[in-house]
């Protein structure tokens, strides 16, 4: 057998790991595969006979995540059972047919057989739509058609590559739809519920119109020109005047189907905003191709007179082009938040209550305090707390972190988060419409509908533009109905057409759905409308230290000043206590480092009370000891003597722990117990990001809580000139309003958890890390997945969205100033008013979604 | 050139006809997925495209 050497994987094209031994035969020869995953799916793909999909795919799958690796294995039965076509096996033997494939990918198959789960998404009977995960060109599309299609049941698959969506016909059986998954995800696939309400039901019906007014257009724009053409270029005596006639009449009777087909949405805006007693940007248009039609039909009925109804086709058929193609961009940036918003089950299992008996609800109408049970591999349908079970919980969604997190009871858990171990009985602790996955879908939204400055800007321009234009007209329409009747009609008719508000109106909100995309793309949530705006005129740029340019916490080494097993376990057991429900990322590393002892039970009862004061620890009392823990400052300030060191800390320095170090001191009463060093190593993004803003001239500083010599050191390390350390939220608030009054706009970069006023004071906030509910009301930005690159990518794309969205407006500005005066002293005719109006729009809406250079068009 | 009287109307019959027929076209969602019913013509035969039933014969089991 002749073995294939490549240093990418055959099935994904990923780069060989180290050592990767994963082979799997496609078509008789021997391919290098990057990871188990990858090599179930080649073989799953190879012995469902469909090899044919690695020759005809023009892009590489999708790598499959590294939990589905181990245990997706590919169709038991199938080596044999592929070479049968489907009509000559017997049901037992198809229903021999045995898939094990890893749940742990979104949903567990089995839940798509649940009768009260498909009413979200199966209609009519029979008939499921899912949205499809993992497709990349027309060949991926091919090979899920053609292999679900030969499974037991499956009456027919078609699947969508512009929309995702796979329409899936089965003949009822009970299993059909979980088997049907089970085979798509041996595939390399996944499927989630296409949420029926919202997708179909809004933009399918409208994008099938507008296509059809657009195709109308163009058959139209041709034909017309067909009639027209003859009279442009034959010599005056050429065609009888019968002819003449003949052709002329031809062209009225098709411009009707162009005007008052396609063009009717831009009439019916026009007569709807005037009925209204507003001016729209439609107004001047559909006056321009009325009064032209009905110039035209006057001349033609007349025998003498210009005739434009070429000119009103060919207008019709690029306008629409140019909405079609920002319609385009703002629908795919809608598809990219919907992936983002993971579609939630539509039923949970309550649990039985005072209230309730137990049985299936549907999840709105979950009410706080209500106690659901999630079952394993399932989405947790709401924001809850977990009252009984424990296990892990992938929260990828949402934090960014990959690893799933253990949950056990009395922890919250987010909504869209994915119960991978045992049965959990959760409280549900918030609404379904109130829960931080709806919020930030709702907030994401918001975003992009809402205006920019920029685009209420132009908007408001817009509005005015049309007001001064018909005016002009009128003025220019008297002016030339007492000097030249004549001429009055062709004047007013390229007058009206000739000027372009699309460049106003259209062009800005354009750009902004095109770059929202790519940011959604890179992984960057944009929050707010004015986001991506401020994001591109960024000139300072002020970093939390903790967990934003380190990556929190991450070891801790104790230094224990007692000797006393005893002594140890009690301040173990209320470290515990009193860093629990701490968002500040040395409480999350100080409760691994407790989790870790064995010794000390967590103390959570008993104690009188527990206060957190921000940006300096926490004190608590329990049992008439008081306890606290914080930084050197804090404690010396509650009266704590600091044994071997004044509270100086920079003398620490000198012992055994790093400069970068942070250090956390734990006193029970007056007397410390324990020090901790939190050496935090810095992530490994930072340097490229700083390089980046520092040659571009942006100010950089780095403002944290933490002791001074701690934020001394890692500002040195990184090349950062201002640091500041050993301030309080207030004091960062401060400096951020003074920086307010030099260098604006100024960006935030932080965690949001311990920066409330700051984020509030700063022109931008950028959160880095896990979504909240805190998080969605007062970040601008969110980065769930902390990566510091994506944010350099995303600044860059802020720069070139603000730069095309300048260039357009001057554009629509000369092109208007130039185009209006001309067309209003009778030096353009209506065909080249028409011809210089398409384009121009044509041009502002290209320039608004175009990438930027080396990027691709796709996100 | 008199054959043009009855081709012209003709011409916009059948222009108006193909308007029809685009605009019941596009009613049906014929035009919304461009790209994979053009892979669809594969689905055909058990076997998909020719070389990966030659390549494949080496592993499939008669």
């Known amino acids: 057998m002749k073995v294939v050497e490549a240093p990418v994987c055959f099935h994904c094209a990923a780069p060989l790991p180290a050592g990767a031994s994963w082979r799997t035969e496609v078509g008789g020869v021997s391919r290098a595969m990057c990871c188990p995953g990858c090599a179930a799916i080649a073989r799953t793909i190879e012995a469902a006979g469909m090899a044919g999909y690695y020759l005809a795919r023009d892009r590489p799958a999708v790598t499959p995540p590294p939990g589905a690796a181990a245990a997706t294995v590919i169709p038991l039965a199938a080596g044999a059972a592929a070479d049968q076509s489907p009509a000559d096996q017997s049901p037992a033997d198809r229903n021999a047919r045995d898939w094990r494939v890893a749940d742990e990918t979104q949903f567990a198959a089995s839940l798509f057989d649940d009768p009260a789960f498909q009413a979200a998404f199966v209609h009519p009977p029979g008939q499921a739509h899912l949205l499809v995960q993992g497709l990349r060109c027309g060949a991926c599309a091919w090979l899920i058609e053609t292999a679900l299609a030969r499974l037991p049941g499956v009456q027919s698959v078609t699947v969508n590559l512009a929309s995702t969506h796979m329409l899936l016909a089965w003949d009822g059986r009970p299993d059909g739809l979980s088997s049907a998954i089970h085979y798509l995800r041996a595939l390399g696939y996944d499927a989630v519920p296409w949420d029926l309400q919202q997708m179909t039901g809004s933009s399918a019906p409208r994008d099938r119109r507008e296509w059809a007014e657009l195709l109308v257009a163009g058959l139209g724009m041709m034909q017309v020109m067909m009639y027209t053409l003859p009279l442009y270029l034959a010599s005056p005596d050429e065609i009888t005047g019968g002819q003449l006639r003949l052709m002329q009449w031809a062209g009225a009777a098709l411009t009707l189907p162009v005007l008052f087909f396609s063009a009717r949405s831009i009439l019916r805006g026009a007569w709807l905003a005037a009925r209204a007693r507003h001016l729209s940007m439609d107004q001047p248009i559909a006056l321009g191709l009325l009064a032209a039609f009905a110039g035209s039909l006057h001349s033609m009925v007349v025998g003498s007179g210009p005739i434009w109804f070429d000119s009103i086709a060919m207008l019709v058929f690029f306008l629409l082009s140019a909405r079609w193609i920002e319609r385009a961009v703002r629908r795919q940036a809608a598809v990219q938040t919907a992936q983002l918003a993971r579609p939630l089950p539509a039923r949970a299992e309550r649990v039985a209550s005072h209230r309730h008996p137990a049985g299936s609800c549907s999840v709105n109408s979950l009410q706080i305090g209500d106690r659901i049970r999630v079952a394993v591999g399932a989405v947790i349908p709401v924001d809850g707390q977990v009252v009984f079970g424990a296990g892990p919980v992938a929260e990828a969604l949402l934090t960014g972190e990959s690893t799933p997190v253990w949950r056990t009871s009395g922890d919250p858990v987010l909504a869209a988060s994915l119960n991978l171990g045992q049965v959990l009985e959760i409280e549900v602790t918030a609404l379904a419409r109130d829960s931080v996955l709806a919020r930030l879908r709702t907030r994401m939204e918001e975003a992009l509908g809402a205006r920019a400055p920029l685009a209420r800007l132009a908007d408001r321009a817009a509005r005015h533009f049309v007001a001064g234009l018909l005016l002009c007209g009128v003025l220019t329409g008297a002016w030339w109905a007492w000097h030249d009747p004549q001429h009055l009609l062709p004047v007013l008719v390229a007058l009206l057409v000739v000027s372009c508000p699309c460049a106003l109106a259209l062009a800005v909100p354009a750009t902004l759905a095109a770059s929202s995309a790519r940011l959604a793309g890179l992984g960057v949530l944009v929050l707010r409308g004015h986001g991506l705006e401020t994001l591109a005129q960024v000139r300072t740029v002020v970093f939390d230290k903790t967990g934003t340019l380190t990556q929190g916490a991450a070891n801790v080494t104790a230094h224990w000043l007692t000797k006393d097993a005893q002594e140890r376990g009690q301040a173990t057991a209320a470290l515990r206590a009193l860093e629990s429900g701490q968002g500040h990322p040395l409480a999350h590393a100080l409760l691994a480092w407790c989790a870790a002892q064995t010794d000390g039970a967590a103390a959570t009862e008993g104690w009188d009370w527990i206060r957190v004061h921000p940006g300096l620890g926490v004190s608590g009392r329990r049992a008439g000891v008081d306890w606290q823990v914080g930084s050197a400052d804090f404690l010396a300030g509650a009266g704590v003597a600091l044994p071997g060191n004044a509270p100086d800390v920079t003398a620490g320095a000198s012992e055994a722990a790093p400069a970068a170090a942070s250090r956390v001191w734990l006193a029970q009463g007056q007397r410390v117990v324990v020090r901790f060093d939190c050496d935090d190593p810095i992530r490994a993004d930072v340097a490229a990001l700083l390089a980046m803003l520092q040659a571009q001239g942006t100010r950089v500083l780095l403002l944290s809580g933490d002791r001074p010599a701690a934020v001394q050191a890692l500002a040195d390390t990184l090349g950062i000139r201002e640091a500041r350390g050993g301030l309080l939220p207030a004091d960062k608030q401060a400096i951020l309003q003074g920086l307010q009054g030099s260098d604006r706009p100024v960006v935030m970069v932080g965690d949001g958890l311990n920066d409330g006023p700051g984020f509030a004071t700063a022109d931008l906030a950028i959160a880095v890390g896990p979504v909240s509910q805190a998080l969605i009301r007062c970040a601008d930005l969110v980065i769930p997945s902390a990566n510091l690159a994506t944010l350099a990518a995303a600044m860059a794309e802020a720069r070139s969205a603000l730069q095309r969205m300048r260039q357009n407006l001057a554009w629509a500005l000369a092109y208007n100033l130039c185009a209006i005066p001309l067309a209003a002293g009778g030096w353009l005719s209506p065909w080249q008013a028409g011809l210089g109006m398409s384009l121009s729009s044509l041009l502002v809406v290209a320039n608004a979604v175009r990438p930027r250079r080396g990027q691709s068009w796709m996100c | ?62």
């Open chain 2, 1 to 62: 050139m008199d054959v043009l009287i009855l081709l012209i109307p003709m011409s916009v019959v059948l222009a108006l006809l193909a308007a029809v027929v685009l605009v019941m076209m596009s009613r049906q969602g014929q035009f919304e997925d461009l790209d994979t019913p053009g892979f669809s013509v594969l689905a055909d035969d058990d076997r998909p495209v020719e070389q990966s039933a030659s390549l494949a014969d080496g592993t499939r089991q008669p």
